[in-house]
């Protein structure tokens, strides 16, 4: 499975972005997916999780109630979708998946697969 993300960019603090992560492999491959970001000088964050039934999904605590990940299977697409953005979410963001479709995790370690990741800037 390969994956890549898409989407980010350069906003305001206050903003939007809706990130994009669409996976190789067909829509037969089921798998987790999980969305990471390491800002610079930093180690790599877990920001929100979701398995292949979409439920339930769960956020890291700074980001909670302003993001929310979503997929599309027949797309074989996941989203993140972040509101209220806020300087220190500035961050490369990356997408990775586990290949049991269930895994619920923020451990990056245990992902599989991985991609490369897409630049979130937020200005003050």
């Known amino acids: 499975v390969q994956l890549q993300a898409s989407g980010g960019g350069l906003v305001q603090a206050g903003g939007s972005l809706r990130l994009a992560c669409a996976g190789s492999?067909?829509?037969?491959?089921?798998?987790?997916v999980g969305w990471f970001r390491q800002a610079p000088g930093k180690g790599r964050e877990f920001v929100a999780g979701i398995n292949w039934s979409m439920a339930p999904t769960y956020y890291e605590d700074s980001v909670e109630g302003r993001f929310t990940i979503s997929r599309d299977n027949a797309k074989n697409t996941v989203y993140l979708l972040m509101n209220a953005l806020k300087p220190e979410d500035t961050a490369m963001y990356y997408c990775?998946?586990?290949?049991?479709?269930?895994?619920?995790?923020?451990?990056?370690?245990?992902?599989?697969?991985w991609g490369p990741g897409t630049l979130v800037t937020v200005s003050s």
């Open positions: 492999g067909g829509t037969a491959t089921r798998y987790a």
């Open positions: 990775a998946g586990n290949r049991d479709p269930y895994y619920r995790g923020s451990y990056y370690g245990e992902y599989d697969y």
